[in-house]
């Protein structure tokens, strides 16, 4: 699943949230129905129809993440959410 995430995303993104950070945002717009979102360094999980559902971290979402969180520049990118 492809998960697109915008300069939107990234304006409203919270650092430091795994529910609110720019990543979480792009996937609750690719899941609308997901319950709980939680994005790390780790892990990309999250609840859909009572069953939690967890995805291998691409490198490139790794730095974005650790960029973001540490208040470097970010820019809008794609990546391919493996489940």
Do not use: N
């Not at 993440?65 to 990546?79: L, R």
Request: aromatic residues 12%.
């Amino acid at each position: 699943m492809l998960i697109s995430i915008t300069q939107q995303d990234i304006d409203f993104g919270q650092r430091g949230s795994c529910s609110r950070c720019p990543i979480a945002i792009a996937i609750r717009r690719k899941i609308p129905r997901a319950g709980a979102i939680a994005v790390s360094p780790y892990s990309i999980r999250w609840v859909h129809d009572d069953v939690w559902w967890d995805a291998y971290v691409p490198s490139e979402v790794k730095e974005f993440i650790t960029k973001f969180d540490a208040y470097c520049p970010v820019e809008p990118m794609e990546f391919e959410l493996c489940v």
